[in-house]
């Protein structure tokens, strides 16, 4: 409480902004959240969002107010600026899958099917405001399909998202099919009362300038992310590496094929 005292020393950001969620929030911002700056917005996004504890200690661990708004986009040539604004406020960069475990070949179908086992952790880090439509979406277009990996509908950009997920680094390509892909939503799905659709092309990691190089031309709202499924530090060397997974399975099947000899 001294700390609190000490640090808020406003009394109408106090009153405004700290008042109004717990007191065990605040504890959690005054430990781990020095920049006022920095911990004002946490204390807005856990109003406008409801966080609880556990959600709030995550958002901060994993960096969000770092990440928020830094995505590779030409949102600000493609969309209005009210919709621009805000969507560029929305995407991530990157993305933090810490809830996922992968091999380090995935693929592309690898990961899309490990974030919709984990629907939830993956809603909870695209952050609030999307709906999930489907996976695999379906698109004919003259005779030929076309499958996009993951469908969401935005309820506060009030559009359609499409998600391309890629295991590689970007490339330039990547942006024409995504450009295709949000040509069709449009066409195809998207309501007279909807916003253009926007696509998120999803890779394990990308250089700026050849994204930035990529999508400057491109008539359609196409933003490049990068995504990380790294444990965060604190487990890292509390859970057991691959080698010693590995051992522990060699172990256990010399352990079994010894019980089965000498049951024979």
Not at 43 to 61: P, Y
Not at 111 to 119: H, S, V, W
Not at 244 to 256: D, F, H, N, P
Request: glycine share 2%.
């Amino acid at each position: 409480m001294r700390a609190f005292a000490e640090d808020w020393t406003d009394e109408q950001i106090v009153q405004q902004v700290a008042a109004q969620i717990p007191w065990f929030h605040n504890c959690i911002l005054l430990d781990k959240v020095k920049p006022k700056p920095e911990r004002i917005w946490y204390i807005q996004e856990t109003i406008t969002n409801g966080w609880s504890r556990a959600v709030l200690k995550h958002q901060i661990e994993t960096k969000l107010y770092q990440r928020q708004g830094k995505t590779i986009t030409n949102f600000d040539l493609t969309l209005p600026q009210s919709q621009s604004d805000l969507a560029q406020q929305l995407i991530k960069d990157p993305y933090t899958f810490d809830f996922l475990t992968l091999a380090q070949k995935a693929q592309e179908r690898d990961l899309e099917k490990a974030l919709l086992e984990r629907i939830r952790s993956f809603l909870l880090e695209l952050g609030t405001g999307f709906a999930f439509v489907d996976s695999q979406y379906h698109l004919e277009v003259c005779g030929d399909d076309f499958y996009i990996d993951l469908l969401f509908y935005h309820m506060k950009l009030r559009c359609y998202i499409v998600i391309d997920l890629k295991t590689t680094n970007f490339k330039p390509e990547y942006s024409g099919k995504m450009s295709f892909y949000v040509s069709v939503v449009d066409d195809l799905l998207r309501h007279p009362d909807d916003k253009p659709t926007i696509g998120i092309i999803l890779c394990k990691s990308r250089n700026q300038i050849v994204a930035e190089y990529a999508l400057r031309d491109v008539n359609k709202p196409i933003a490049v992310s990068q995504y990380k499924h790294e444990l965060p530090a604190s487990l890292q060397n509390v859970l057991p590496s691959i080698e010693q997974l590995e051992a522990e399975l060699t172990m256990v099947e010399m352990i079994e094929t010894e019980s089965s000899d000498l049951s024979d």
